[in-house]
């Protein structure tokens, strides 16, 4: 696929496409905005979670933390719930990230314990 640059990129999935009622192309805009928000976010949130994978390893701490999962699966339940999400989505989104993130922090670990992190 070609390289696209970054305006078209962020431009509403809609763009340029026509027969569209104008109320609808606007709720779709948002929808992109906050699509595009959420892309940057998580794209944060994985650097962070980075980094918390190289402290971990350097400390020799274990990729999981089901101790911490478990405190961050209450903790966005009841803030999903509190925001009007639906808990169990909220859960399902959490657990897949939290997948992710050990995934990284095995890679990250592994990384360490050949020595090509040192």
Do not use: W
């Not at 109320?23 to 980094?51: G, K, P």
């Amino acid at each position: 696929m070609a390289q696209r640059d970054e305006a078209s990129v962020a431009a509403s999935a809609d763009a340029g496409v026509s027969g569209i009622p104008s109320e609808l192309a606007d709720a779709r805009a948002t929808i992109d905005n906050i699509d595009a928000a959420l892309v940057h976010i998580l794209a944060e949130r994985f650097r962070c979670t980075q980094r918390v994978g190289h402290i971990k390893a350097r400390l020799d701490l274990p990729p999981a933390d089901p101790d911490r999962e478990a405190r961050q699966v209450e903790r966005l339940r009841t803030l999903a719930a509190s925001s009007g999400l639906d808990p169990d989505f909220a859960e399902k989104f959490l657990g897949f990230m939290v997948r992710e993130v050990i995934r990284h922090h095995e890679d990250i670990k592994a990384e360490y314990d050949e020595g090509s992190c040192l």
